[in-house]
């Protein structure tokens, strides 16, 4: 289990995790969006606190206006990214560092 509040620096710290991605997104056949995450006990996360968590994620977002030739470095420890839905072909050049 990894812990979800990381320091980034001194006094800053970081809730990193995946609640949103596992909550709203990974469902295989034998497990329900509901159950993919729980507490540490495994009890269950509230949907109403979940869906809160999702607004504010929401509110916070933006999108970046992508030229041809733009790059993006994205530090996940500070921020949560993500991808809206579209149209046309994806090409994605990865490197991860740590």
């Known amino acids: 289990m990894l812990p979800a509040v990381r320091e ?7 809730f990193f995790n995946q ?3 596992a909550y709203q997104g990974w469902s295989a056949d034998e497990i329900s969006p509901d159950k ?4 540490g006990d495994g ?4 949907a109403d606190s979940v869906q809160t968590a999702v607004e504010i994620a929401g ?3 933006f999108d970046i206006p992508w030229q041809q030739g733009d790059v ?3 530090d996940n420890h500070v921020c949560m990214h993500g991808r ?3 149209q046309g072909e994806r ?3 990865t490197s991860l560092v740590r």
Do not use: E, G, H
């Open 19 to 21: 609640l949103i991605a």
């Open 43 to 46: 009890s269950r996360l509230d």
């Open 72 to 74: 993006a470095l994205v």
């Open 91 to 93: 090409k994605i050049l």
């Open 8 to 14: 980034i620096a001194q006094d800053r710290t970081s």
């Open 84 to 86: 809206r839905t579209f």
């Open 59 to 61: 509110s916070l977002s």
């Open 36 to 39: 993919s995450i729980t507490f």
